[in-house]
């Protein structure tokens, strides 16, 4: 007998106690199936062997009824027993090597992997599958540590690329949530996920065939766009750096038109600070620091900035809260990691947002910049950090770094310093502009995350002219305010800088500004 084709897009993981009380988890299945489920396994850790076996009799009924196979979870016996298409044991269960001598080759195993280690070990133990978890945080378990995409990414890309084990993501994965994780977690190998596992989104839905429906939609879609960033189709047609740059004076225009509202979830240092800059550009801003009224204000809002400046449980709430809507609305969201390397808790705050979104722009310092580097994989120099800013000279090539961040999470990125930088990943450029004193005031840095939050506001299709052009608005008044006969120190030079925002002419982003094109790739 051949072992079964299977398609694991999306795999229903079932469990009586999460099952709506408005039907029975054997019509659950056959719902989540006619909703398009391609693989059903049955998780029943409380029966014993014979109601197991009575319940899973009833379960293969469905699922041969409609030829989609079935697995059973952590009991070889009941497995055989039914003749079950195979089963799917933990790490804590039977061991790879001993279900697979009891299955025999035909049957279909797969085995709960969460580090890249026991990933390899199921390849070479002859898995078919593996499942990759936890995700997110779950209701059937309570893991001491969520992997997100970014920790899926990191066990794709350490198996090989070409060989036949497949691949599942588990663990709260839901129809606003799957598109997102298959997408982002494609790795650089060219691995992309072959399936999604789901549990309380199918069975404890009111409706289960459209539950599944939509998972099955959102998975196509997300593997889709995943296909398209491992082999870079994501990165093709964009324009000239300097045909870009020609667009620099109406964005402002446009900008002091419309007037965008932007929703800043920020640190109380530079509120006020990032507030009167937004509004001295010509943009409205909304400093509103809570998750209850987020949904609401995504409706309205233009964009978002999601500083980590001041760490307070309910603003990491709101930030995630904010940023999910925001993706849902299609409003674009920069995401300024003050400090991301000075603490453990800063550095699992930026993860936890780069996993539970997606940043459209990444605003940060090298020491900042360093450390989201680190948390996505990207093997950079090390550069130690103090506080919230970096020590030493930064990196050897900035460029690269930025070039390369920008591409693994299909973003643009903002290294500010001495020289600025910006790429989103095909498209890099260096601004020279700026003044001394902008690094001797605070907030300096949270201003041109805020600066950059109103151009992406009214340059939805560009990111990275927007990014360009808030980098370059506040450099310009940076450099205007400090050659002001007025200014005499730090202190003089804020309340200038403030006016100069304002006085700022649209010409002026092409006539002064210092940006050279870096040509990183032929």
Request: aromatic letters at 4%; charged letters at 20%; a negative charge.
């Given at each position: 007998?051949?072992?079964?084709v299977?398609?694991y897009?999306?795999?229903?993981v079932?469990?009586?106690?999460?099952?709506?009380?408005s039907?029975?988890?054997?019509?659950?299945?056959?719902d989540?199936i006619?909703g398009?489920?391609?693989?059903v396994?049955l998780?029943?850790k409380?029966?014993g062997?014979?109601?197991?076996?009575?319940?899973?009799?009833?379960?293969?009924?469905i699922?041969?009824?409609?030829?989609?196979?079935?697995?059973?979870?952590?009991n070889?016996f009941?497995?055989?027993?039914?003749?079950?298409?195979?089963?799917?044991?933990?790490?804590?269960?039977?061991?790879?090597?001993?279900?697979r001598r009891?299955?025999?080759?035909?049957?279909?195993?797969?085995?709960?992997?969460?580090?890249?280690?026991?990933?390899?070990k199921?390849?070479?133990d002859?898995?078919?599958?593996?499942?990759?978890?936890?995700?997110?945080?779950?209701?059937?378990?309570?893991?001491k540590?969520t992997?997100?995409?970014?920790?899926?990414?990191?066990?794709?890309?350490?198996?090989?690329a070409?060989?036949?084990?497949?691949?599942v993501?588990?663990?709260?994965?839901?129809?606003?949530?799957?598109?997102?994780?298959?997408?982002?977690?494609?790795?650089s190998?060219?691995r992309v996920?072959?399936g999604?596992?789901?549990?309380?989104?199918i069975v404890?839905?009111?409706?289960a065939?459209?539950?599944?429906?939509?998972?099955l939609?959102?998975?196509?879609?997300?593997?889709e766009?995943?296909?398209?960033?491992?082999?870079?189709?994501?990165?093709k047609?964009?324009?000239q750096?300097?045909?870009?740059?020609?667009t620099?004076?109406?964005?402002?225009?446009?900008?002091?038109?419309?007037?965008?509202l932007?929703?800043?979830?920020?640190?109380?240092?530079?509120?006020?600070?990032?507030?009167?800059?937004?509004?001295?550009?010509?943009?409205?801003?909304?400093?509103a620091?809570?998750?209850?009224?987020?949904?609401d204000?995504?409706?309205?809002?233009?964009?978002v900035?999601?500083?980590?400046?001041?760490?307070?449980?309910?603003?990491?709430?709101?930030?995630?809260?904010?940023?999910?809507?925001a993706?849902?609305?299609?409003?674009p969201?920069?995401?300024?990691?003050?400090?991301a390397?000075a603490?453990?808790?800063?550095?699992?705050?930026?993860?936890?947002?780069l996993?539970?979104?997606?940043v459209?722009i990444?605003?940060?310092?090298a020491?900042?910049?360093?450390?989201?580097?680190?948390?996505?994989?990207?093997?950079?120099?090390?550069?130690?950090m103090?506080?919230?800013?970096?020590?030493?000279?930064?990196?050897?090539?900035p460029a690269?770094v930025?070039?390369?961040i920008?591409?693994r999470?299909n973003?643009?990125?903002?290294?500010?310093?001495?020289?600025?930088?910006?790429s989103?990943?095909v498209?890099?450029?260096a601004?020279?502009n700026?003044?001394?004193?902008?690094g001797r005031?605070t907030?300096s840095?949270?201003?041109v995350?805020?600066?950059?939050?109103?151009?992406?506001?009214?340059?939805?299709?560009?990111h990275?002219?927007?990014?360009?052009?808030?980098?370059?608005?506040?450099?310009?008044?940076?450099?205007?305010a400090g050659?002001?006969?007025?200014?005499?120190g730090?202190?003089?030079?804020?309340?200038?800088?403030?006016d100069e925002m304002?006085?700022?002419?649209?010409?002026?982003?092409?006539?002064?500004?210092k940006?050279?094109?870096?040509?990183?790739?032929?």
């Amino acid at each position: 007998m051949a072992k079964p084709v299977v398609d694991y897009s999306v795999y229903l993981v079932t469990d009586s106690d999460l099952n709506h009380p408005s039907r029975t988890l054997v019509q659950s299945v056959e719902d989540s199936i006619l909703g398009g489920v391609t693989l059903v396994q049955l998780r029943e850790k409380d029966l014993g062997n014979q109601s197991f076996i009575e319940l899973a009799r009833k379960v293969l009924a469905i699922t041969r009824k409609y030829n989609v196979p079935l697995l059973i979870n952590d009991n070889i016996f009941v497995a055989l027993a039914i003749g079950a298409e195979g089963a799917h044991v933990g790490q804590d269960d039977i061991s790879c090597v001993e279900a697979r001598r009891l299955l025999g080759p035909d049957k279909i195993l797969g085995i709960s992997t969460g580090t890249p280690e026991e990933a390899q070990k199921a390849l070479a133990d002859g898995a078919d599958y593996i499942g990759i978890g936890t995700c997110f945080m779950t209701q059937t378990k309570t893991p001491k540590r969520t992997l997100g995409p970014i920790g899926i990414r990191t066990i794709l890309e350490a198996l090989p690329a070409n060989n036949d084990l497949k691949t599942v993501a588990i663990g709260g994965i839901k129809d606003d949530n799957t598109r997102r994780v298959v997408a982002h977690s494609a790795g650089s190998n060219g691995r992309v996920l072959d399936g999604v596992a789901v549990v309380t989104g199918i069975v404890g839905a009111v409706d289960a065939k459209l539950a599944s429906e939509k998972l099955l939609v959102e998975y196509k879609a997300g593997r889709e766009e995943g296909l398209k960033r491992v082999q870079g189709e994501l990165f093709k047609g964009r324009t000239q750096v300097e045909s870009v740059l020609q667009t620099l004076p109406q964005l402002l225009v446009t900008l002091r038109e419309k007037s965008p509202l932007t929703h800043h979830i920020s640190n109380y240092v530079v509120m006020n600070d990032t507030a009167n800059a937004t509004l001295a550009l010509g943009g409205s801003p909304i400093m509103a620091p809570s998750a209850m009224e987020a949904p609401d204000l995504s409706k309205v809002v233009s964009s978002v900035v999601l500083n980590i400046g001041t760490l307070t449980d309910s603003f990491v709430d709101c930030m995630l809260v904010a940023g999910k809507h925001a993706n849902a609305q299609g409003k674009p969201v920069i995401f300024d990691p003050v400090g991301a390397g000075a603490t453990s808790l800063r550095r699992e705050t930026a993860r936890r947002i780069l996993n539970h979104m997606h940043v459209d722009i990444i605003k940060g310092n090298a020491g900042e910049i360093s450390t989201i580097a680190s948390i996505i994989g990207c093997d950079t120099e090390s550069i130690a950090m103090r506080g919230v800013d970096s020590l030493g000279s930064g990196f050897s090539n900035p460029a690269a770094v930025i070039e390369a961040i920008a591409r693994r999470e299909n973003c643009v990125v903002v290294m500010t310093g001495k020289t600025d930088y910006v790429s989103d990943g095909v498209r890099t450029v260096a601004i020279e502009n700026g003044h001394e004193y902008q690094g001797r005031i605070t907030g300096s840095g949270c201003i041109v995350a805020s600066s950059i939050a109103s151009f992406a506001a009214i340059s939805p299709n560009d990111h990275f002219a927007a990014a360009i052009a808030g980098v370059l608005a506040i450099n310009l008044a940076g450099e205007h305010a400090g050659n002001r006969d007025d200014v005499r120190g730090p202190g003089t030079f804020r309340a200038a800088f403030i006016d100069e925002m304002a006085n700022l002419k649209p010409e002026q982003l092409l006539t002064e500004a210092k940006i050279n094109t870096i040509s990183l790739r032929s």
